[in-house]
Structures are given as C-alpha cells and as structure tokens.
Nanobody, 127 residues
Framework: QVQLVESGGGSVQAGGSLRLSCVAS????????WGWFRQAPGKEREGVAA????????IYADSVKGRFTISRDDAKNTVYLQMDSLKAEDTAMYYC????????????????????WGQGTQVTVSA
C-alpha cells in the first residue's frame, strides 16, 4: 500500500518561492504517475501538475505554467513541486497523489484517477 507524506509548506510573501516534497513508501514502480493538487477553502480540489516516472513527462495547469516545476528523485522516492513567483491565489492546502499504473494519462487532473493521497501541506501567500 502506497503511503505519501508531504512537507515544505509554509507562509511566504507574494513573489517568493517554496519547494514541496512528497515522500512515498510502499511502492516504487517505474510505471507510476504522481500528481500535485491543491484545494482552497470552499473550492474544489484542483490538479496543479503531474509527472510520469518512466518518461519524466510533465504537465501543468495553465494557472501555474511557467512558475511551478514538478520533478522526481527515484533514489529518494520523492516527488517535488518547486513553486516560484507565488501569488496570493496560490494559497491552498497542497496534496500529493499517486497512480500506481499510469494509464489514461488524460485524466491527470481528475482526483478520482489517483489511488493514494497524502495528508496535505498548507501554503499561504500574502499579498
């Protein structure tokens, strides 16, 4: 069973940067996909970015394209989300998710596509 633990959240001023980490245990297959989501109060969970382990192919939501970078360290079984040029509207709880067999990649932003989730880490950006 995959277990995910996020860290790296915090409070930062607009224009600043944060790097989120997601450490996975219980699963290390190269066929997996990993995603980052966020959810602000009163809003639906939104797909931010995703990465395919085998190809390192990445995809981003339009709202973060050019500012956020997703990456993965296989040796550490860790997925990162580097967030630069943060804006107040990036404020949310951020979640890491895992899909153990990466098929139907077009569903990367669908929370229901993923089988494992972390507990979340809060990101607060002040204007």
């Amino acid at each position: 069973q995959v277990q995910l633990v996020e860290s790296g959240g915090g409070s930062v001023q607009a224009g600043g940067s944060l790097r989120l980490s997601c450490v996975a245990s219980g699963y290390t297959s190269s066929s997996a996909c990993w995603g980052w989501f966020r959810q602000a109060p009163g809003k639906e969970r939104e797909g931010v970015a995703a990465i395919i382990t085998s190809s390192r192919f990445t995809i981003y939501a339009d709202s973060v394209k050019g500012r956020f970078t997703i990456s993965r360290d296989d040796a550490k079984n860790t997925v990162y989300l580097q967030m630069d040029s943060l804006k107040a509207e990036d404020t949310a709880m951020y979640y890491c998710a895992a899909k153990t067999v990466c098929v139907a990649w077009s569903r990367w932003a669908d929370p229901g596509w993923y089988g494992a989730w972390g507990q979340g880490t809060q990101v607060t950006v002040s204007a």
